[in-house]
């Protein structure tokens, strides 16, 4: 029973990735449209929203194309196993208080633990395309998200400390509006480092266009592709909701119904944050961005769970 | 996004090497191609890298997929004809070639040309060269990533090219400027509309300034980034913003002025350090001053003919050879041209400064990484056009 | 500097190179004879032609004509430096070491004339492919692609 209520939600989280994506990517092109001063999309549809429904038929259609020399079972398979982490950390994220799809004793651990997996798919699709800049770009994002791994889960132990349990149910319900403030830095370098986890600019440096063409997944054509693309919008998603619920109370002021509305809000406001950083930004070097986070990210998430657990005490 | 790669890749990514002195140790060497079709190379040009770990050890620029034999099919055309070939050299800056070779077939065949053309060519070539380094500082941004700087500088290219077009109709390839003087005269109201750009250019120029080089991020990945020395710069031949960002003080603007540019008022940016940073600086800065020399040119434009009165329909000059250079957007374009007396070029070379500037890149990027080399290339605005002729 | 003052200030240094110069369209023009270019070049860029702005080759027949252009900062001046070679034996010394600017123009020269530098670190073609036959500016190039224009006399 719980394996067939898993598989359920397993299904569930990936139409919400895929609707999420869809939507997403209308989204991202209407917001980076107007920092670019332009329209974006508008011929399909309502302020073309209906672009994506038309591109996604398009992209089932296209050829797929696996290069000669290419490891061809390891090609076709990468791009299930980059999508699989995603979608199967999303299903312990609460949306109101006491109703999570899967409640887990240890779910923070597990959404934290879980999209790491896609490190292995990643160096796995970059290897396997036999492109030398595939597998410059797929060792680049192993080291990214490897080291980047640490701030992040730094940053959200904080407020684990303040909640005293890893059960993101608890985390909920006992959310106080004044961690807000208090681990607003934590959410600062939780909301870097995760933008670097998703590969997403100005961290998208193993997929760099400008130097590594698309970096690992070079040499993937149609839904090949897709996936990976869905896997990068589903990870923000992922990251965005997470955010809003540890950092931000979930649905808090509200409750019910109303307080997934709020919740889906705040998660829309955290993607758009990550979308206005991506168009502003240039792309640090490598070594910039590994310096970044061992000497600037990592203290400061330390300095943050030093001050959290020095309040913790008077509580 | 790229679905597929057209980088041409090596099998064997790795190979061994020895070291020479000591043959025990051995340094894994990665062999990358960049280009010939890649979206950072500008156009079609291939370096071959040889990379220690991300870390460039050796490059090679091999140039020549656009090499379409300008000079030799000019040598089958008249005169008048070369002008359209003259376009497709630096198709980011049209209007310098024509100008230079303009200037050269005047000199040769003896043209004076009438003031007002005289004006109108430094007007349309100072708005070129606007329109050229927003192309040169906009793909800084879209090689570091910051692609939004891109589309901000090409807002303004959008304006210069929208006179260009109501001056000759085109927007890249103008054949305006012609031996004797230019196609046609401004239209009504140009002269308005030129003003509203030069009014509004210098701050929107501030702002992208701000945008992209005022970016931390930007700064670290442009300064310190390529560095050309100026003992480099002289030696190698570079001119241009390459080689006044490296300090070197030239500009044949002022320094062998020709047209009417000793009666503007106009200062030559330079540069510090020689590094990424100061060229797209300086580059910058050469848009404001554009921007006085156009505003300047309007104020003494007076009316007049364009066209130099009573040349022959087929120009043949007498034999000889003439050379004769401007400042054009990427250093000093120079044309040579050698004439036997009969209607047809005998022979034209073009002295491209691209071609000259790109000759650096081996010594620039060595030592950097692979992001660098990109941003280096970048930074020295090459347009294969015009390298390749 | 005026093209007679550069005269002038050539002639007093190096009085041996002085009957060679000549002013055409404008330029100061020194022609060499070809044992003498690397010498005479030597010598400009001593005093004080520091920029290589441009190497070139014409086709003049029984004969090529090699073609620098000098710069120099100091002097506001330019200057046209020739030399030329016999078609058969078409050699001449590379002036690499003197401004490394030569290194791709030098190539380029060789690409499309068959001049070959004596002393070029690195003589390859550079435009066209290594497996290119014949060199395209030599008047005598043939190739199926180029059509005559006819004369619009």
Redesign the interface.
Known sequence: MTLLWGFLWGVASVATIAGGAILGVWWERKV?AR????YGPQQIGPYGSLQMIADVPKLLF?ED?VPD?ADKAVFKLAPLFVFGPVATSMVVIPFAAGWAPVDMSVGILFFLAVPSIEVIAILLSAWAS???????GGLRATAQMISYEIPRSLAVLSVVLLAGSLRPLDVLSAWQWWWAPLTFVGFVIYFIASIAEMNR??F??PE???????GYF?????MR?ASF?MAEYGSMIAASLFGAVVFFGGGWPLSGAAGVVLLVIKTVLIMTAVMWVK??????????LMSFCWKVLTPLALLQLVIVGAVLPWL | ???????D???D?AETQPTGTEPTETVME????IGPS???THGVCRVVVHLDG?VITHCEPIIGHLHRGIEKMAENRTYLQVVPLTDRLDYVGSMYANWAYCRAVERLAGIRVPERAEYIRVIVCELQRIASHMMGIGST?????????F??TF?QREKVVELFELLCGARLTYNYVRPGGVSRDLPDGWVEQCRAFTAQHPSAMLEIDDL?LG?V??R??LKGVGVLTQVDAVAWGTSGPIARGSGVDWDLRRDDPYSVYPRFDFSVPLGDNGDSYDRARVRVWECVESCRIINQALDQLEPGSVQAEGLPRLLAPRPGDAYDHIESARGSLGVYLVSDGSPRLYRMKVRSPAFCNLAVLPLLAKGH??????VILGSLDPVFGEVDR | MKIEDLREHLCGIYPDLCPLFSIEFGDGVLCVSHERLHQAASDLKDLGFDRLGMVTAVDYGEEFELVYRLQSRAMHAGIFLKARIKRETPVIASVCDLWPAANWQEREVFDLFGITFDGHPDLRRILLTDDWVGYPLRKDYEDDRIIRRPDYI
């Open positions: 980076s920092i670019q001063m332009r296209k194309i020399l036999h492109n030398t800049l595939s597998t410059i600019g100005p998208d440096i760099a266009d400008s130097e590594l063409v698309a070079a040499d993937y054509s149609g592709w693309m168009w502003t930004f240039p792309r640090p070097r490598q070594d910039q | 996004m790229t679905q597929t790669s057209t980088s890749v090596t099998p990514t990665t062999v990358v191609n890649h979206p950072s991300e941004g879209a090689d570091t990533g910051a692609f939004t700087a589309m901000y807002a992209l970016n991020i930007a670290a990945r990484t692979l992001s660098d080399l990109v």
